[in-house]
């Protein structure tokens, strides 16, 4: 890929530097609050996107996803709260941070009466990393890279869904970035185009760009992320490693076998807990250890086929993180918010 | 991807790009624009309509909406080429010219977080003092343009569907060729800031809506109540304010002598107009969610 950044060639620039940050990160935010009138779309959101990582931001429509997406850029101001944006202060940095920043949030924004190409010539010639002479060119490879070339010359206003949102991925990779914000990439594309869009996360990731995606599609986010943060009511419920998260979730041990009667009595009189699920029997591992809860069972005489750790899916844990808020009300509704616990 | 012989992308190390860049790349997008370029071209045909309809009725035409200033430049068109640029001038800021002005104003701002392509501006980064400053220029600059089209093919038409080779004044007199032209380009710079006055204030609701027909009614539904309250002469006290007081004394540049203080006072308050309405728009563009 020859549209990268350099990577080498970080540290520079009058920066507001985190003092002392751990690890660096591209973007953070601490307490961010924001109000719209006596509506909280944002509350006490601390967000960290490590340098480097691929973050899928998760929520359900209203959870002030998209509203923390424009303050980390810049686009409306915070009510309350802090943002730092590749280690400069938003918004006052912003001609230091957003230079390296690509964005598509809340769709892309085209005028109907110019051609794919023109738009972006035109958002081009606002790029202040762009030099003049290489506009052409750079707008030619980001309509390649979304497979748009072919309609290039086309006026917006006959693009289906699918190109419009390809045409706002091409103006978020006009130049090379070091951290790029996806605000619902995949919306209207068909499932070839999502696998492109993955391909194009996966490419940035390869390349060291720091990568935020905000999605309400699991299975998206799963497959291309290794940092995942969920939103609920306007603030963060959960962050962190993909992976992490996934196991700390909720640790358990599905053993199938025909004796379950006798399998969840043996591992009740050791206090272990234990349910009968649909194959066989569920085991917590809170307080054990899946060798002692085999050992139980084979000393009880319990025929044993098959032992697997149970692994929560992203949607469980989702469905966990957001429901458990929610007491059963089936939308969340950000005006009623709530200190989430 | 990319090909193999492409060089990788030259990034400059720099916070904004250069501003030429900018308002070339505003410039091309608003001429660009389908509703200009008709307007545009409505301006090119309505002097040569005005002229071919001067000449044909050759008696004084009948008043009209009975607008004084505008039936005394009318009595004088006979055979009076030049008075025809003069003529469409004034015609065109009743209502024309302010309309275009608030247009190119609601497609700056309102049209633009419409469409959503402000933000793409805004996170590229330009910053909000400049997008305004390139936005203002865009509208100062279409206006101009649009004065100048009227302007120059109104001189054309008038030489050649009226004839006559100079400008018969409203004091009786005829000015020399040269002079003459003097005068038409004087009215056209104060046809053409009297507009950006109205642009101002339209371009101060632009950044305050997303809807740009929310800014052409309050521009338009503006000066229809201006005209109004100018017309109450109960009011007297209130029209120094009003920035339509200063369009009839528009007339006064075909007099001889020029008597100035009318043309004084409209620019006074076509200026203080435009400090107000960049003011207004820089306060609102300052906060505005992009």
């Known amino acids: 890929m020859s549209t990268v950044t350099d990577m080498t060639e970080i540290e520079e620039a009058p920066a507001e530097t985190t003092a002392g940050a751990p690890a660096r990160l591209a973007a953070r935010t601490r307490n961010l609050r924001k109000v719209y009138g006596r509506t909280v779309a944002v509350d006490h959101v601390d ?39 590749l280690g400069h202060k938003m918004p006052d940095g912003a001609g230091w941070a957003l230079p390296e920043v690509g964005a598509l ?38 309509l390649e890279r979304v497979g748009l070339s072919a309609a290039a010359n086309r006026r917006y ?36 185009g999502t696998r492109e869009v993955r391909a194009v996360i996966a490419d940035l ?61 043996a591992l009740r009189d050791d206090r272990i807990p234990a349910r009968e699920a649909p194959n066989g029997v569920h085991v917590d591992l809170a307080a054990t250890t899946a060798p002692e809860v085999v050992a139980k069972l084979v000393e009880a005489g319990v025929a044993v086929h098959e032992v697997r750790r149970q692994r929560t899916g992203l949607e469980e844990l989702f469905a966990r993180l957001t429901e458990s808020a929610d007491k059963g009300n089936g939308l969340s509704d950000v005006d009623t918010f709530e200190e989430s616990p | 991807m990319t090909l193999a012989l492409d060089a990788p992308l030259l990034t400059e190390r720099r ?7 900018l308002l070339r790349s505003e410039l091309r997008f608003m001429f660009r624009r389908p509703r200009t370029l008709v307007a545009l071209g409505l301006l090119v045909i309505g002097p040569i309509l005005a002229g071919i309809a001067m000449a044909v009725a050759t008696s004084t035409p009948q008043g009209g909406p009975g607008d004084r200033a505008i039936e005394g430049v009318a009595t004088l068109v006979a055979d009076n080429g ?166 009839d004394s528009l007339a006064d540049v075909i007099r001889d002598p020029m008597p100035t203080d009318g043309i004084t006072d409209g620019l006074l308050r076509a200026a203080c107009y435009i400090v107000i309405g960049y003011s207004l728009a820089l306060a609102r563009m300052s906060t505005k969610d992009g």
């Open chain 1, 47 to 85: 967000l960290d996107v490590p340098m480097g990582a691929v973050l899928g931001m998760l929520g359900p429509n209203g959870s002030g996803k998209t509203t923390t997406i424009r303050m980390l850029l810049g686009l409306t101001l915070p009510t309350a709260g802090s943002v730092e944006l």
């Open chain 1, 105 to 142: 949030v809340e769709g892309p924004g085209f005028h109907p009466f110019l051609s794919g190409r023109d738009n972006l010539m035109r958002v081009a010639a606002a790029e202040p990393h762009l030099a003049t002479k290489d506009i052409p060119r750079a707008v030619g490879q980001a």
């Open chain 1, 157 to 192: 206003r006959g693009y289906s869904l699918g190109m419009k949102q390809r045409l706002g991925l091409a103006s978020a990779l006009l130049i090379p970035r070091r951290f790029v914000v996806l605000d619902e990439p995949t919306n209207g594309l068909d499932p070839a």
């Open chain 1, 205 to 265: 990731h390869a390349a060291g760009t720091t990568v935020l995606v905000s999605s309400h599609l699991l299975a998206e986010v799963e497959a291309t992320c290794t940092h995942v943060a969920v939103l609920h009511k306007g603030s963060v419920v959960a962050q962190g490693e993909l992976t992490e998260l996934l196991e700390a979730g909720d640790s358990g041990l599905l053993v199938s076998t025909p004796d379950v009667a006798t399998a969840v009595n």
């Open chain 2, 15 to 21: 916070t904004k790009a250069p501003v030429g860049r």
């Open chain 2, 82 to 247: 030049l008075i025809l640029p003069v003529f469409v001038l004034m015609l065109c800021m009743v209502m024309l010219l302010p309309m275009l002005g608030a247009m190119w104003s609601a497609d700056a701002l309102a049209g633009e977080t419409q469409t959503g392509a402000l933000r793409g501006l805004l996170v590229a980064p330009v910053s909000r003092v400049r997008l305004l400053a390139v936005k203002a220029f865009g509208v100062a600059v279409l206006t101009f343009v649009a004065v100048a089209i009227i302007t120059i093919v109104g001189i054309i038409a008038g030489l050649t569907i009226l004839g006559g080779d100079g400008l018969l004044t409203m004091s009786g007199n005829t000015l020399p060729f040269g002079q003459s032209l003097g005068r038409i380009a004087l009215m056209a710079v104060l046809v053409t800031i009297q507009v950006w006055a109205v642009a101002a204030i339209a371009l101060a609701i632009s950044a305050a809506t997303e809807h740009p027909l929310v800014v052409m009614a309050a521009a338009l539904g503006g000066i229809i109540v201006f005209t109004i309250l100018n017309n109450i002469s109960a009011l007297d006290w209130l029209h120094p304010v009003l920035l339509t007081d200063g369009w």
